[in-house]
């Protein structure tokens, strides 16, 4: 009677015990708490009982500790239960110990016992963590011929496992087979083919699941998003970005990071920014996520101050830090560079290959090559990104005999691959070092690279601007496949080497083989317009730059200025200029230079001040471009300004080029003396161009005292420069000094140089024709000869008396006559006459300086002909009119 009474207190005290034990179980905070439990379980005798050695297990899996799993097991053994087994299986499953959980499995069936529905979502999950496809399909069969095909986590479980193998036909057969389907199922499908880029597959299967009725849950949309940004979809993606709105899963973090990757994979980075800083949780992907993605956008200011705030909360990984230390690199930005550096350090980040590769690369960069040395010194190993960084970072320097050495020693240590060979042949176009151009070359097709286009394309680029044209053509007519950078690299050698023909001839070509231009290729082909003058193919690439979208590229527009400048149409410069949205320094720059060309100073200068008045703060160049244009209209007083105004307010010290500018400036307006005083006072040794400008202002003004002493400078400057040899000598010679101009010219001889021909071309009928001074085997020369000699005839009845002074020959006057009738822009200007319409404008190019006798001659020609000739020397353009110049006779 007793016991009967106490029975049902005895069974709830024992349920509230279990209730109470399994309670700590879930719920122990760590393994000291848990093995307390365990004690006392043990103590109690309960811990071979099914429910709690299970539940133990469960607990010791989930707080990491697989041993523990295994002795609690080991102490039920033999167990008969197949939840024991299932437990132990999930446990090691759970810990990645996939072998130890197959070995169970293999036991268990061992021992006889059946497995069940629970059973085989873990071994299944094994399967793939090992990767062991075999077993995997002998798991599946054993769950046919079980009967649990048709179970439904069985079956999500197979998906993710084919998934994960590639097999993703046999995913997708499992999935058709499945008589029921859950959330996880197609989630299972989705993700299978957005993990191995089947995008088309992935968003059909996801519109299928909304046909089906499935409301998509934050795993599925950030499965789905991928397959939006995959195929270039963006209006889907932001349609499911709607759709999380509509179902409130658009707060949760993990659908916020899919949006963020889609959004900067979009170049969106205005909607980034938006989900960015409306996020309510962000975790170390978020962060992650949205540094890599402003960093990939060159918005490298914006991700190093978003690593700085990420550290407050967040711990980085290696991928986000090396993001950083790239736009550390990229901005130069050496003190942030140091602290993510230093933060690495401090965190005992493991520093592996790709790490350190990006660390040199950043400290190269910034500059700082003794500290990226020793970081290459104390790498363990090394792969060819560590000694080619290493190797740009020195040739960035300009330390060409260290990037040597230091090619020499990776050749020791490991095989150079085509980037190195790249990089090398590259300090070869900066030194000039054809030698050595040609001996990588050899040892380029001894290892195979000189099948590379990129190893080729860098041979035309070095043979060119080496001097060898002719292996530059060579390399490139050999090739096989070229890419756009072969077609622009052998254009831009064309204009290097003044192949200019040839240059307009692979234009064509180009076209005629289908290839697109890019930018590069629009700024690789205007400088050939602007050196001919070629307006005609210059307006035919500026309707190129239309049609291909390009006219909003601030680059290619300030081309444009210049290229229209030089082609002598000012007026299409300016409305290049006026229909740019955007502009910058080099922009207001080509503006200022194309109205001091034309002899528009005060124009220049109007612009000069806009350009401050916007908030663009000038540069050396932009000084020396409005110093140039006073130069060139007699500014002197703006000039003198504007020079003491850069060092002044601008803190911009001058170089060579703006005391040179200085000189012209002064000497140009007849201040001879105060030119030369100004060079005696300049705070560096000046160079022949500064003796050269005053000296070419003493010949104009017949200032025998100081062209003497110029030209003693210049000739003790012992320059490679041929051009001011010859000034030196037409200057001796119009004092009459032929034992000088003897004596300069066998110097001349001696060093082996060589005087520029002058040269002019005409652009008539969509044909440059080019003419050179004494040339008489032209087409028509009969007839240009006969038509100067009638005009001759004509200007001499309106006063002109040839000025002899212009030639710097020790010859009679009769060949002095003969020499300058020669001159190249006299026989383009009677060429033009002839094939031309009367009363037509026609544009002269020069390559040298119009000499003062032709500049009288081109002015009396005008007003007999009734003709308008504009004139571009290599100072400037001179607009010849009824009888007078643009000039005002100031050039």
């Known amino acids: 009677m007793r016991s009967s009474k106490f029975h049902p207190f005895a069974q709830q005290f024992q349920e509230s015990l279990y209730f109470s034990i399994s309670k700590a179980l879930s719920y122990s905070p760590n393994i000291k708490q848990l093995h307390k439990i365990h004690s006392f379980l043990i103590t109690s005798g309960l811990h071979r009982t099914v429910f709690f050695s299970g539940k133990l297990i469960s607990r010791y899996a989930q707080l990491k500790d697989p041993h523990s799993c295994s002795l609690v097991f080991i102490s039920v053994s033999p167990a008969n239960s ?108 989705v993700s299978c083919y957005s993990a191995h880029e089947k995008w088309e597959d992935g968003l059909e299967t996801f519109y299928r699941s909304r046909a089906a009725g499935v409301t998509p849950d934050s795993f599925m949309v950030s499965s789905v998003l991928p397959t939006c940004c995959g195929l270039g979809v963006i209006m889907e993606g932001e349609m499911v970005h709607g759709l999380t709105v509509k179902l409130g899963i658009d707060v949760e973090t993990r659908v916020c990071n899919g949006l963020l990757s889609m959004y900067f994979k979009s170049d969106n980075l205005k909607e980034c920014e938006r989900v960015f800083s409306e996020m309510d949780v962000r975790d170390d992907i978020s962060w992650n996520t949205v540094i890599s993605g402003y960093s990939q956008a060159c918005r490298y200011q914006e991700s190093i101050k978003l690593f700085m705030e990420m550290l407050d909360e967040h711990i980085p990984d290696l991928l986000t830090v090396i993001s950083v230390l790239r736009a550390c690199g990229h901005i130069r930005d050496l003190k942030s560079g140091r602290f993510v550096h230093k933060y690495m350090i401090v965190n005992g980040y493991e520093c592996d290959i790709k790490a350190s590769n990006i660390l040199i690369d950043m400290y190269s960069k910034c500059c700082y090559l003794r500290t990226a040395r020793e970081i290459f010194n104390k790498m363990e190993s090394r792969d060819s990104t560590s000694w080619n960084t290493l190797i740009n970072g020195i040739i960035k320097a300009s330390q060409y005999e260290e990037a040597l050495e230091t090619f020499r020693a990776m050749k020791m240590e490991i095989k150079p691959d085509l980037l190195t060979y790249v990089a090398i042949l590259s300090m070869c176009t900066q030194l000039k070092n054809l030698k050595l151009a040609k001996e990588l070359h050899c040892e380029a097709i001894k290892t195979g690279f000189n099948h590379s286009v990129m190893v080729r394309n860098a041979l035309i680029d070095v043979y060119a601007k080496c001097g060898n044209m002719e292996d530059a053509i060579n390399q490139f007519e050999s090739m096989i496949d070229r890419d756009i950078v072969s077609w622009n690299t052998i254009i831009s050698a064309c204009s290097h080497s003044e192949e200019y023909s040839l240059g307009f001839r692979m234009i064509s070509q180009m076209r005629i083989e289908g290839i697109l231009p890019n930018t590069t290729t629009i700024l690789c082909v205007l400088p050939l317009c602007s050196i001919l003058g070629a307006k005609r193919q210059g307006k035919e690439i500026h309707g190129c730059v239309l049609k291909s979208g390009f006219e909003s590229n601030v680059p290619i527009s300030n081309a444009l200025i210049e290229m229209y400048s030089k082609c002598g149409n000012l007026g299409n410069s300016l409305s290049v200029f006026e229909h740019m949205k955007i502009r910058d320094v080099v922009t207001w720059t080509a503006l200022i230079y194309a109205y001091g060309i034309y002899g528009h100073g005060m124009m220049a200068i109007t612009s000069f001040e806009d350009m401050k008045a916007t908030g663009i703060i000038p540069d050396q160049i932009a000084f020396l471009a409005v110093i140039f244009a006073c130069s060139h209209s007699g500014l002197v007083e703006k000039g003198r300004f504007y020079f003491t105004q850069m060092k002044k307010d601008y803190n911009i010290d001058p170089n060579i080029e703006h005391y040179a500018c200085v000189v012209d400036l002064l000497s140009r307006s007849g201040k001879l003396a105060e030119a030369e005083k100004f060079i005696l006072s300049m705070p560096t040794k000046p160079d022949v161009s500064i003796w050269g400008s005053l000296l070419s202002a003493c010949r104009a003004s017949g200032h025998t005292e100081i062209a003497e002493r110029a030209s003693k400078h210049i000739i003790k400057l012992n320059s490679e420069n041929t051009g001011y040899y010859i000034l030196v000598s037409n200057v001796y010679a119009s004092l009459g000094k032929w034992d000088q101009v003897r004596m300069v010219r066998k110097s001349i001889k001696a060093k082996g140089l060589k005087k520029d021909a002058g040269k002019s071309w005409v652009d008539i009928d969509k044909r440059i024709y080019a003419f050179s001074s004494g040339d008489k085997f032209f087409e028509q020369y009969e007839e240009v000869k006969k038509l100067l000699e009638a005009l001759y005839d004509l200007i001499a009845k309106e006063g002109y008396v040839a000025n002899l002074r212009s030639v710097f020959h020790d010859v009679n006057e009769d060949e002095k006559r003969d020499i300058l009738c020669g001159h190249s822009e006299r026989l383009a200007i009677a060429f033009g006459l002839l094939n031309t319409k009367p009363g037509t404008p026609l544009q002269i190019m020069k390559n040298l300086r119009v000499c003062e006798d032709c500049h009288t001659v081109t002015k009396y020609i005008s007003k007999i002909v009734q003709r308008e000739f504009l004139v571009r020397d290599a100072n400037r353009f001179h607009l010849f009119k009824n009888g007078s110049c643009s000039c005002g006779d100031y050039w």
């Open 82 to 189: 197949v939840y024991q087994w299932n437990t132990i299986i999930r446990a090691m499953t759970h810990n990645g110990l996939f072998v130890e959980a197959l070995d169970h499995y293999s036991k268990m069936k061992v021992m006889n016992i059946k497995p069940d529905t629970f059973t085989f979502p873990s071994v299944i999950n094994a399967c793939a963590g090992l990767g062991q496809f075999e077993t995997a399909k002998i798991v599946h069969e054993h769950v046919l011929d079980l009967g649990f095909g048709s179970d439904l986590y069985i079956g999500n479980a197979l998906i993710d496992m084919y998934a994960r193998f590639g097999e993703l036909e046999k995913a997708r057969q499992v999935f058709d087979e499945m008589p029921k389907r859950d959330v996880v199922s197609w989630n299972s499908l």
